[in-house]
T-cell receptor
Framework: AQSVTQLDSQVPVFEEAPVELRCNYS??????LFWYVQYPNQGLQLLLK??????LVESINGFEAEFNKSQTSFHLRKPSVHISDTAEYFC????????????FGQGTELSVKP | KAGVTQTPRYLIKTRGQQVTLSCSPI?????VSWYQQTPGQGLQFLFE???????NKGNFPGRFSGRQFSNSRSEMNVSTLELGDSALYLC???????????FGQGTRLTVV
């Protein structure tokens, strides 16, 4: 079975500061990794994903995440955050044989203050 | 391309009633998954349908059921509602591989 642990439930940060949201996973088989973002009263939006290849993946709005197999981690980073990045962020995994099933972490609430 | 559409957005039901939620996936997507989101339990997988067949199932009681139609639209049904069923129910569609899913805005169900 797979599991996902997001190490911080809340991360407060000032605008233009860097941020890292931490995600660790557990699995006995290879996994695909995802970060989703959820704004208030909205569904989830796919931010970025790692399927294979380069371990560093980037999103169009400045976020990046690095897959580290030895540490079973997939931390999300952004060098300079904006007020509009305030949201809840979810790390998720799926397995190649698992169809569309996603297993989510508990979420990290990112709060960007002016 | 239209996104994933869930209807209704909000529902209030009484304990013991049943409810049906609807999801229209992105055109061309054959996989539809359902998730329950609550403050205490987070996001939990309910089930997945692919080409009208249930392909995966989470750990929920039999009161939770679903189906998928030939046009890939999906419905989920909850019978004999309990207060604990109050949650945001999210539908996600994908091409059927594991390259990530696209979510609808959800249906917020309140059981009183």
């Amino acid at each position: 079975a797979q599991s996902v642990t997001q190490l911080d439930s809340q991360v407060p940060v000032f605008e233009e500061a860097p941020v890292e949201l931490r995600c660790n996973y557990s699995s006995s088989v290879s996994v695909y990794l995802f970060w989703y973002v959820q704004y208030p009263n909205q569904g989830l939006q796919l931010l970025l994903k790692y399927l294979s290849g380069s371990t560093l993946v980037e999103s169009i709005n400045g976020f990046e995440a690095e897959f580290n197999k030895s540490q079973t981690s997939f931390h999300l980073r952004k060098p300079s955050v904006h007020i509009s990045d305030t949201a809840e962020y979810f790390c998720a995994v799926s397995v190649p044989s698992g169809g569309g099933k996603l297993i989510f972490g508990q979420g990290t609430e990112l709060s960007v203050k002016p | 391309k239209a996104g994933v559409t869930q209807t209704p957005r909000y529902l209030i039901k009484t304990r013991g009633q049943q409810v049906t939620l609807s999801c229209s996936p992105i055109s061309g997507h054959r996989s539809v998954s359902w998730y329950q989101q609550t403050p205490g339990q987070g996001l939990q997988f309910l089930f997945e349908y692919f080409s009208e067949t249930q392909r995966n199932k989470g750990n929920f009681p039999g009161r939770f059921s679903g189906r998928q139609f030939s046009n890939s639209r999906s419905e989920m049904n909850v019978s004999t509602l309990e207060l604990g069923d109050s949650a945001l129910y999210l539908c996600a569609s994908s091409l059927g591989n594991t390259g990530g899913a696209f979510f609808g805005q959800g249906t917020r169900l309140t059981v009183v």
